[in-house]
């Protein structure tokens, strides 16, 4: 059950137009947390499709994510079990290849409150160059290597690409992520739901 300060925070990132100005479709921040998450799932910004739904990961991305995790989406819903916190709240637009990055005042201005009011006892998944590059401090020099050295991170830590379609040629490059990665992923997110 999230606490009466953390319910005063979440209302005030959904209330955010820090960065109005530069969000072609508009503010629209999107997060999920509560004070008993034990999962918490650090990823880059929503999408079109989730800007549009307001529920977050509400795509074929989220899809793949809850797959790799092995979590039913009554689990990955619950803030109680799962908090969803993008390294940016709301959808930056489109790029010629894919989403603008996040937008750089969110992470700064919100998550250290945000994450401090998490259970401390956490497994935080960090998905993502972007993620990585903020909290991931002994990171490889690329998001293969830092994705391939995952058990370096354990055991708070559990770091993964972006799940996006796109990344199909990445996956097929490293066959290793689906066939050993993700199943000891898996192991581990367990141990947190049970």
Request: proline letters at 9%; one cysteine or more.
């Amino acid at each position: 059950m999230a606490t009466r300060s953390l319910n005063h925070l979440l209302s005030e990132i959904r209330a955010c137009t820090v960065c109005e100005q530069h969000l072609e479709h508009g503010p629209r921040p999107i997060v999920q947390a509560s004070s008993d998450a034990r999962i918490v799932i650090i990823g880059q910004a929503p999408g079109r499709r989730v800007h549009e739904s307001g529920v977050p990961w509400d795509d074929p991305s989220g899809r793949t994510l809850r797959q790799w995790l092995n979590v039913t989406e009554e689990q990955f819903y619950d803030p109680n079990i799962v908090a969803l916190v993008p390294m940016g709240f709301c959808y930056p637009g489109s790029a010629s290849s894919g989403d603008k990055p996040p937008r750089p005042e969110c992470a700064p201005l919100w998550h250290e409150r945000l994450l401090s009011e998490l259970a401390a006892d956490r497994l935080d998944i960090i998905i993502g160059t972007y993620a990585q590059k903020r909290y991931i401090q002994n990171r490889m020099k690329t998001l293969t290597e830092t994705v391939a050295n995952w058990a370096t991170y354990l055991p708070s830590t559990v770091v993964l690409p972006h799940p996006s379609p796109r990344n199909r040629h990445w996956l097929t490059k490293n066959p290793w992520f689906e066939t050993d990665t993700v199943p000891a992923v898996q192991a581990r997110i367990a141990q947190f739901l049970s």
